[in-house]
Structures are given as C-alpha cells and as structure tokens.
C-alpha cells in the first residue's frame, strides 16, 4: 500500500478524545523532556515538522535532527555538507514530499530521497531564513531576516521587497488568508495582506513598535497576531476585538509562536513559557511546572494529538492520559495518600499522609489538618449514615467529622494506627487497627480479646452481621457481631498463599469474597463450599501483591507496587476452578498518567464513585481512571526499514544485495507512534530463515549471522501501546551471494571428493570403532553410576534446606505441617498419645520496640537454641511456628509429661537471663500453651486446643503453662 494513503487513513482514525483535553489543566498532562543528553545535537528547538512518514524533523542551532520518538538521527555538516549552516530555523514539507530546510544565514537546501542538496545557493546563499508557508498547490513562500518574501514554485525563485510595496524586509510569519493570499507578520510593518503581488490591507492598530512576530487565522476568520511586548491582539472585520496579555495570565507579553490545535484552543508561545487560551482566561505554563526553559521557539500537534513544544532548553512533548493525576501540582500538601472517600454530595475527600484531610473534588483542593484540630496522618475514611465521616488516623485514635469540623471522638482508644473502620448494619462502628480489633456501641470501644496485639488490616460486614477480618500475619478470620467468638477462616497453607491479608472485596454476584495478599497474590473464599482458591504471578496473576480489590462485574481492578491491573472478573474466576485461562489484562503506570506505579495498602485506597471512576491512592498522588471512557490510540503505527548495516557498515540504498562472505546482517526499523513509542512492540520474520514470526518485544533492530546464499525478505510489523497493529508490514527483499566454494559446480566436485575419501576411511574407521566399543561401554556404565549417586545426594540435601527456617536453623512451618499430618496419622493407626506445646515470648513487640529489630532477632535465635537443645535430650520435633512463636510436636508423650516438659522448659527460658527490658524481671519469658490427643486427631484440632491454652497462659499473666485437653 503507498505510504502516503497508509498515512492519510491513519490520520482520519484519530479520535479527538487523544487530543489535549480542555477540562484538564496542563499539570495533569503529561509532560516529557528530550535534551543533549537524549541525543539532540542542541537544546535550542527552532522548528518542529511532522513529515509524511510520521517522523518529527527538528531544527536546532547544530543542525536538524530526525526523530522516531525513540532515537533521533542527526543530519549536519558533517554528513551533509550542503548545509551551508548549522543554525536550523525552519523546516516545510511541501506535497511532492520534498523536505525544505531553511538555515539562519546559508540559504535553503532540500531533502529528496534521503539526500540533502543545495539549493540556488547563487541567490540565496547567504539568506537568514524565518518561516517556510506552503500552499496547496505545491508553492513555498519563505519569510527572510532581511531578505523580504520569497515565492519558490519548481525550481524559480522569486524575490519581494520593499521595491514591491513590502513595507518592512524583515518578515517574521506567514499565515494563508483563505483566499489564494497571505498575512504576513513583519518587524517595523505590522502586518500585511499580500494577494497579486502586492500589498492590499494592513495592521499595525495594537502592535508595540509595529512588529508582529506570529499571526494565525481561525476557522472563524479572526487573525490572531503575536506581537513583541503587546502580547496577542485578535483582529477581526477590519478592527482589533481584544488582546490576550499578561493580565489576562500570558506568562509574558513577547509572543513567538501560535498555534491552533484540533480541541480548538489556542497555544500561545512566549519568551518566558507557554500558555493555553480556552475563551476566558490564558493557563500558563512554565518551568515550575516542568518546561526545562521559558523560552518557546516552536510548536506543533502531531496526528495522534500529542502536543510538541520546541524550546530554547529542550524538546517536550504534552500529552493526555488514561489516568487522570491530582498531586501537588494540583494543590495536594504531600505526596503519599491512604485513604479516599466520596461523600454523600459527590465531594471526594483523601487522607494524607502528614498533610491532613483533602476535599480533592470538585476543585479547588482544599485541606483540614492540625491547624482544624485534626490529626496530620489519616490511614482511614468512613462516611456514616447520618452523612457525618469518621476518620481513622495514626496514633491519635478515631474522630467524628462533619460540616468542615471535628464533633467527637472515640474514647478509650490506645493510640494505635487505625487500618480500617466499618459501620455494620445494626450502627455498630468495628475499628482495625495495628494492634488489635475495637467495637464501638453507645459511644463505648471494647476491645476483642481474640486479636489483642495483633496486626489488622481490612474489614467485610457479611449477610449475617459477622465480620471477616484480615490481618498483617495471621491470615483471615471470621468474629461474630458480638465479638465474642473469633476463628481462623484461612492461613498460609490452608487456602491461602500469604498470611498478610490486605484487602477484601464482595465479589459482584455475592457468591464469594475476593481477598488481597502481600506476596500471595489474589485468593477467593467461595461461600458455597468454604474453600479458597489462589493466583499468584506464576498463574499469570501480574503481581503477587494485591493492595486493594475492586470488583465491578465485568473486571477486577487490583492495585500493587506495580500500578492498577484490570482484568476480566470471568478470567479470573475461570483460572481459579483450574480452567485454561488468559489473565492478561491492562496495566496502568506512570506513561498512562499515574502519579506513582507505587500504590498504597491503607483503606480505602481505591473508591469507586457514584459515576463509575475509579479513585487510587499512590505514594505520589491520586489517579483516577474512568473505565467507561478508556481511550486508546486507534493510529495505527507505519512500520519502516530504515538501515541494513553489514559487518557493521550501511548498506547503499537500493536493491539490496549482501556480498560474499558477510558474517552479520544487522536490520534496524521502527514504527512511527509517538504517543508511548516506549511500549510499541514488534514481530518480524526473514522469509527463507525464520520458520515463524520472532515476536522482538520493543527492540528496533534483527540481527542475522552467516546467512546461506539465496533469496531472503524481511518483513516487520508494529503495535501500539493498546494493541492496535500497523496496517500493512514493511518488507525488504534481499539476496545473499555465494562463495566460489558455494556455487553449485564447486558443491559437485565436493561431493564426489568427499565420498570417495569416506570410502577410503570407512573401512578403516569400522575396525578401530568396534575395537573401542567395549572399552565406551564400560566407561559410560560407570559414569552413569557416578551421576546417578550424586543426583541423590544433592537432592537430599536441597530437600533438608526446604525445611528450615532462615533465621533461627530450625524447621519452618512447612516441615512442621507435614511432621504434624504425619505424627496424626500414626497416632490414629496406633492409638498412641500425641502432645504438642506452643511457645510464645512474651512481650516480644515491646522488646523489637525498645531494643531493635536485630536484638529481637538474637532473641529468636537464643530461644530457638533452647528449645532445640531440650528437645535434642527428650525427643520430638522443634520449629518455628510464625513469627515470636515455636512449636514443640512430641509423639507418644501423654498430656501429664509434656505439661512437665514444657514448665521445665519455661524455667530453662527464665533461667537463661535473656536481656529485655520491656518486662518487669528484665529478662525473656515465655508462655506456653499444651495440648494432647491420644488415637485420632486432627492437625487443625490440635493447633486450636494448643493455641487456647497459649491464649489463657497470656491473658492470665504470661511466663506460665495452660493445658487445653483434646475433646474425647
């Protein structure tokens, strides 16, 4: 297909909806910043041109660079000595697709075909040129610094001046009137209506010292004039209807560009930043919201809608995204948000993390924190049911918000961090913190004995008023509305991957909960048969943490360290009853326009409005996304060959032919996208080499080696960042030479020579083989013997390693439950008695608390010493239990003995002398818990009764022994 058509369709695809939306301020778009260091010959961005292709073509003060958004290829004097000059200052292409260059003191060249060529340098060589304007019909007219107008039309140059009625020979712009005549801004002249050759209308009502430096004609036939210390005038019928300056919020009145992009507002470039004028008021933008320099040369919007900014400091590109970013630009005080929450009027409010509470939208951003009585962290939001919101925060309990107020708190509160506040149906308030579960009725909060100093996270009111609680190491419980009775639901290795529990969602058809892990990925509890099912990274799950779960019928939303995943709720559900499943969704980072990729695990960190978009807490800001306008690029991205390099020098242009004994054939291409040119991916393929498609990733370039002489094509094709793939694939045909050994006669003679020596040599080789046939034999039985011996050995070894734990070298969980199944299993067959002690130490927070983390390491380790060493003398199986805790599983030891065993073991701890400061002896205690079952018992039943007895021993005090008896 020719390239131009392949362009022109990509063009009419383009959706308005990827153009700079006017609903967005500028700081929400996304800006990115190219310089010397990404490869530009210079920062100064004169001009920027989109060329048939798709390439940008940017002029600078050390030459013009052509730019695919990845790489930029530099033309200058170096490899193209027809530019008279470095100093680019502008560039045209004109509809025969040849490329104008016009240089800022050496005249004109032009590019055709790849080459660049002077052009009339007997007229025109010593030319400043300003501005190229081409017509439709293929005539360029060319502003000059001195020089007047030119008209180019073929090959003849035409030159006006003054002499012609000009009145000033400096010209600036050019802007076609819609008439077959021109506007042409001048310095000293204002500016002019040129048609025939001659001068018939002119401006300079407005115009500081008659010098207009831009000058744009609207659809609605309003001239638009930057001028040089007036800012904009807009003139209309004849008369000057009103100027855009500095107080209208112009970041300064000496304009150098204009530009009218397909949303239809108006770009206006200045010497001291840019700015968006929408009708009322001008937005501007500047360095301080990321321009690397004031100073705008150039603009240009591309035909996917991307908005291009030359500066005096760079190249930028504006762009829109998917998500829709609030950070400090925007009014935020800090980075980091916890929790967001939209009331009952549409306000959406976010807490902070040390900058109070945010009312976000609708704007202004406005924020309420110790200055209002409030508290500078907030980790949780609740809006209540008479419209008042409760506001969890860290380390100064639960206050009660309403009309922009504190009215109350929650009394009796220790100042834990609050994780996550419910109000159950029956007006209850259930508050998670991080050390412990609160119930709040009538103004009271009772703490739940089940979950004393331990780590909580979310919290799901069930049908039946009960609630599910999720932990930070314990995994998921259930509690009844009450809070009298608590049970575990699912742990690590009993349905669950990980026992950190950080989010949990009401799947949409109310047949399950989804629930969120760290490091265990996504699980779900069905409610029909109690189990719980997992994905994790491996299961093609892309994170295995999972922050927050949003579940909106037909996708799951789920937030991690690595951005926002969407994926199809039904390819989930299908991969979790073991069905063939793809679970490639979408992934949004910081190139779709979230703040952070880093999102946070307080709640609610993800809220779904009442208008269905999503609102997501990051380390960096607040993104939002609208799933009901997801907008993609639809342009599909023209795919090119651009370079054949063989043994590492460019291949001449034309057909293309690699000469005899080349070694390596290097291809490189790209595809002309320059919305996310970063995550545009390639397949290609070398017909007559490749047996199928080579999926390249975004690499931009195939390398070959050795090629057999013959006839090859490659063929190359692109997609875009979603998905939308080129419209046709660039091929490239090219034949590989032989060597004179590889022409088909010096083959023959080779043939026969070779055969007749292997006739020769055969006989002789038969005879020597089945002398050495025996010998090998022998030789490999016994290497095989060796392999098979070390084979076992090692695998021994990995085995045993799989078994301990890593900080204190005894056995890990794991080991622990398979011990555990199989000391149950021959307790049952043999009638035999089987005892299991639970060892916490006690105080173990406060001790990490006051004495660190690494002293609380070595105090794990002592203990596990301990116990080990006792246990080496009286039998059993020590390890590791989770965290502060150890197990002690002792086989055919009745209750009575390991009651015994484990008080003297209590003494054995106290006796030791283990420094800690947070107890009031001074030294590490323990408290044990003791349970025993004689015949059949069960594993689960055996942790719970053992777990009981830990409970009492430390609720009645600590550094004691309970014994929970087995149910006969």
């Given at each position: ?110 590019m ?14 010593t ?24 008209r ?9 001046t003054?002499?012609?009625g000009?009145?000033?020979d ?25 048609r ?24 609605d ?10 800012g ?8 000057i ?10 970041p ?41 320099n ?199 290795g ?50 295995d ?6 579940d ?7 937030t ?8 199809a709720?039904?390819r ?7 069905r ?68 590492g ?15 390596r054939v ?13 995550r545009?991916?390639f ?11 080579v ?49 088909w006669?010096?083959?023959l003679?080779?043939i ?137 599983l ?23 002398r ?8 001074g ?27 830990l409970?009492?021993?430390?609720s ?10 087995m149910a006969?």
């Amino acid at each position: 297909m020719n390239r131009s058509l392949v362009l022109l369709i990509a063009l009419l695809s383009v959706t308005r909806a990827l153009a700079l939306d006017v609903n967005r301020a500028l700081t929400q778009a996304r800006l990115t910043v190219w310089t010397s260091e990404s490869g530009l010959p210079q920062t100064t961005i004169n001009t920027i041109v989109q060329s048939h292709e798709g390439y940008l073509w940017i002029g600078t003060e050390e030459g013009l660079a052509r730019f695919d958004g990845i790489r930029f290829v530099v033309r200058d004097r170096q490899n193209a000595p027809a530019l008279r000059s470095p100093f680019i200052s502008c560039v045209a292409e004109t509809p025969d697709h040849t490329l104008w260059i016009g240089t800022y003191g050496g005249g004109i060249a032009r590019m055709r075909g790849g080459r660049v060529e002077d052009f009339h340098p007997e007229l025109l060589a010593t030319d400043r040129i300003r501005q190229f304007h081409a017509m439709r019909d293929g005539t360029l007219f060319i502003a000059t610094a001195g020089g007047g107008l030119l008209r180019i039309d073929g090959d003849r140059v035409t030159r006006f001046t003054t002499r012609d009625g000009l009145p000033s020979d400096r010209i600036w712009a050019i802007e076609d009137d819609g008439d077959g005549g021109l506007w042409v801004a001048t310095h000293g002249g204002g500016v002019v209506r040129w048609r025939n050759g001659r001068v018939v209308q002119r401006i300079t009502t407005g115009l500081p010292n008659d010098v207009a430096r831009a000058v744009l004609r609207d659809t609605d036939g309003r001239l638009w004039i930057g001028t040089d210390g007036g800012g904009v005038v807009v003139w209309q019928n004849g008369a000057i209807v009103r100027s855009v300056t500095t107080r209208d919020g112009l970041p300064n009145d000496y304009v150098r560009t204009l530009l009218r992009d397909s949303n239809g507002s108006l770009w206006i470039g200045t010497d001291n930043g840019l700015a968006r004028w929408r009708g009322e008021r001008a937005e501007p933008m500047g360095i301080a919201e990321g321009l690397p320099n004031g100073g705008i040369r150039s603009l240009l919007e591309d035909r996917e809608r991307n908005l291009w900014v030359g500066t005096a400091g760079g190249l930028v590109r504006l762009r829109d995204t998917r998500v829709l970013s609030y950070t400090r630009r925007e009014g935020l005080p800090v980075d980091t948000i916890r929790a967001i929450l939209e009331d009952r009027d549409g306000r959406v409010w976010a807490g902070t993390e040390g900058g109070g509470l945010c009312s976000v939208s609708p704007g202004p951003v406005r924020c309420l924190s110790k200055a209002e009585g409030l508290h500078d962290s907030i980790y949780a939001l609740l809006e209540s049911r008479d419209g008042s919101m409760w506001i969890g925060t860290d380390g100064a309990g639960v206050v009660r918000f309403r009309d922009g107020k504190i009215v109350g708190r929650v009394p009796g509160l220790p100042n834990d961090r609050v994780r996550a506040l419910v109000e159950t149906a029956d007006g209850s308030l259930w508050i998670s913190k991080s050390a412990g579960l609160s119930l709040v009725r009538g103004g009271r909060a009772t703490p739940i004995k089940a979950f004393e100093d331990r780590q909580l996270r979310p919290l799901l009111e069930l049908r039946d008023g009960s609630l599910l609680v999720g932990t930070d190491g314990a995994g998921l419980w259930r509690v009844d509305r009450d809070g009298t009775h608590a049970r575990v639901i699912a742990q690590l290795g009993h349905g669950l991957e990980s026992d950190r529990v950080f989010s949990l969602a009401m799947d949409s058809d109310g047949t399950g909960v989804w629930i969120g892990t760290s490091g265990g990925g996504l699980s779900r509890l069905d409610f029909a048969t109690n189990r719980v099912h997992s994905l994790m990274r491996r299961d093609g799950l892309h994170d295995d943490v999972v922050f927050q779960v949003v579940d909106t019928g037909a996708d799951l939303w789920l937030t991690s360290n690595r951005g926002l995943y969407r994926v199809a709720r039904d390819r989930v559900r299908a991969a979790m009853d073991g069905r063939k499943s793809d679970l490639s969704g979408t992934v949004y980072g910081t190139t779709d326009g979230m703040p952070s990729a880093e999102c946070v695990g307080a709640w609610p960190s993800v809220m779904r409005a009442r208008n269905g978009k999503l609102w997501i807490a990051t380390a960096r800001g607040i993104g939002v996304v609208d799933p009901k306008n997801d907008t993609r690029n639809m342009v599909p991205p023209p795919v090119y060959v651009e370079e054949v390099l063989i043994d590492g020098n460019a291949a001449p242009p034309g057909p293309l032919r690699v000469r005899q004994g080349a070694q390596r054939v290097e291809l490189r291409y790209t595809a002309l996208s320059l919305r996310a040119p970063e995550r545009v991916t390639f397949r290609y393929m070398l017909e007559g080499y490749d047996p199928n498609w080579v999926d390249a990733g975004t690499a931009r370039v195939a390398h070959y080696t050795k090629l057999a002489p013959g006839d090859y094509t490659f063929r190359v094709i692109a997609t875009n960042e979603d998905g939308v793939r080129s419209r046709s694939e660039a091929r490239l045909a090219m034949t590989v030479d032989p060597r004179w050994f590889e022409t088909w006669w010096a083959r023959l003679l080779g043939i026969a020579l070779i055969a007749a020596a292997i006739w020769g040599a055969l006989r002789i080789r038969i005879a020597a083989m089945r002398a050495r046939k025996n010998e090998e034999l022998a030789h490999l039985a016994t290497e095989l013997e060796d392999a098979n011996r070390q084979l076992a050995v090692a695998n021994e070894r990995l085995r045993a390693l799989s078994y301990v734990d890593g900080l204190t070298g005894v056995a890990n969980r794991r080991r622990f439950d398979e011990a555990l199944e199989e000391a149950c299993s021959a307790a049952g067959q043999h009638g035999a008695p089987l005892s299991l002690v639970l060892i916490d130490l006690d105080h173990f927070k406060r001790l990490n608390d006051s004495q660190g983390h690494q002293i609380g390491d070595e105090a794990l380790r002592a203990m596990a010493t301990l116990l080990a060493t006792r246990a080496e003398s009286r039998g059993g199986l020590v390890a590791r239990f989770g965290g502060e805790e150890f197990a002690w599983l002792l086989p055919g030891v009745a209750l009575d003995a390991a009651r015994a065993e484990a008080e003297a073991f209590r003494l054995v701890v106290r006796d030791a002398r283990i420094r800690h400061d947070g107890t009031a002896s001074g030294v590490m205690t323990a408290s044990l818990g003791v349970t025993a079952a004689t015949g059949n018992a069960a594993p689960l039943s055996l942790v719970a009764a053992a777990d009981a007895a830990l409970y009492r021993a430390k609720s009645g005090g600590r550094d004691r022994v309970e014994v929970e008896p087995m149910a006969s």
